[in-house]
């Protein structure tokens, strides 16, 4: 059985029914898959972290003893209580994804341990999936539960709901801001608001407005870097050599600009593919985490490059990675020529 809707996963999810053994969550957010599965343990499990009621395994493990998933499945507990058997699912084997599809469907029919609970954590598992045919077929004892990306809404009320466990808060307009500002993974979204809230003052009670929110994303040590993988990829030579010098002033390294060249790069590449699926140019830069106040020359960009071409520029960075973290290397000379490398193909697309 899938559940797809958000109030029906967040209802299986806070109470569980007994009668069901098995729940297979994926995705590729991997970070909401992970939160998901934990918040499940918690709630199926009297002790999720006692290794004598809990079982975790890999695909590893499976592949290298192809009976243990169902003997961990059939075993009882030895403190009393509900058994979990956890799977984590990190590459995309057949082999691993088969074996893990008969164990949840013999599962699921009750033909193992009724009072374990078989809990999957697994990517981007595709329609060819077994597993996700196993999970999402069941007529009961098991569910499906996708994770997607979360819209600009789910990301405004994780923000808020995390920055009130610090009695910190945003205006709506600086809220909005805010969340024009993060990436869609969930993790590093967290990890962005943590920060924030470390900058309010824990505990402080301030509401942020727009103007406090600017200061913030003024004084964060990589906006040299922003801004010279923003010039770079839009034809500005000489501002992206000059925001790479003042960042390396600013103490940042060749490795530091040669990622934040690549994150530009990967901001790029995913607005072009949700582009290419049929979604509008701008919503699919904001899906891309572009910041509100660069969309303007970020969408000149996208207009520009191509898929193709950033292909041909994914190589490059990745060398001057590796060159940056060799012991000795001119990490910031490394870093300066890949920019005015990727400056100069621009200016060629007409930037």
């Not at 984590?88 to 084997?93: N, P, R, V, W, Y």
């Not at 004892?141 to 466990?165: F, K, Q, S, T």
């Not at 994914?314 to 910031?332: F, I």
Request: proline content about 5%; aromatic content about 4%; glycine content about 10%.
């Amino acid at each position: 059985m899938i559940l797809g809707k958000r109030p029906e996963i967040e209802r299986f999810l806070s109470n569980p029914p007994a009668d069901v053994r098995a729940a297979l969550i994926y995705g590729r957010d991997r970070a909401v898959v992970r939160e998901r599965a934990d918040g499940l343990a918690g709630k199926v499990a009297v002790r999720p972290d006692d290794p004598f009621d809990v079982a975790l395994l890999t695909e590893t493990d499976i592949d290298g003893d192809p009976a243990r998933l169902e003997d961990e499945l059939a075993a009882l507990s030895m403190m009393g209580g509900r058994r979990l058997v956890r799977l984590k699912l990190t590459g995309d084997k057949a082999s691993a994804d088969r074996k893990a599809a008969e164990a949840l469907k013999a599962h699921a029919e009750g033909k193992l341990n009724p009072d374990a609970f078989f809990l999957i954590e697994g990517g981007a598992l595709g329609r060819d999936s077994a597993l996700r045919k196993a999970a999402e077929g069941a007529k009961a004892g098991a569910v499906a539960i996708p994770c997607y990306e979360d819209e600009p809404g789910d990301v405004a009320r994780l923000v808020r709901e995390n920055l009130a466990r610090d009695k910190v808060g945003l205006t709506s307009d600086a809220l909005d801001m805010f969340v024009a500002r993060l990436p869609r993974e969930r993790g590093v979204a967290r990890q962005e608001i943590e920060r924030l809230a470390l900058y309010l003052g824990p505990g402080s009670g301030v509401t942020a407005g727009p103007g406090d929110l600017e200061a913030y994303l003024g004084v964060e040590p990589e906006a040299s870097l922003s801004d010279a993988a923003q010039d770079a990829f839009g034809g500005r030579l000489g501002a992206a050599q000059a925001a790479l010098r003042r960042a390396a002033a600013e103490g940042e390294g060749g490795p530091a600009a040669v990622r934040a060249i690549g994150l530009h790069l990967g901001r790029l590449r995913r607005t072009l593919t949700l582009a290419k699926s049929g979604a509008g140019l701008a919503e699919a830069a904001k899906a891309s985490g572009v910041f509100w106040k660069s969309e303007r020359e970020f969408l000149r960009q996208a207009r520009a490059w191509t898929l193709e071409q950033l292909d041909v520029v994914q190589p490059e960075v990745l060398a001057a990675d590796k060159a940056c973290k060799t012991a000795g290397s001119p990490d910031n000379l490394i870093a300066e020529r890949l920019a005015l490398t990727i400056a100069g193909r621009a200016r060629r697309l007409g930037l």
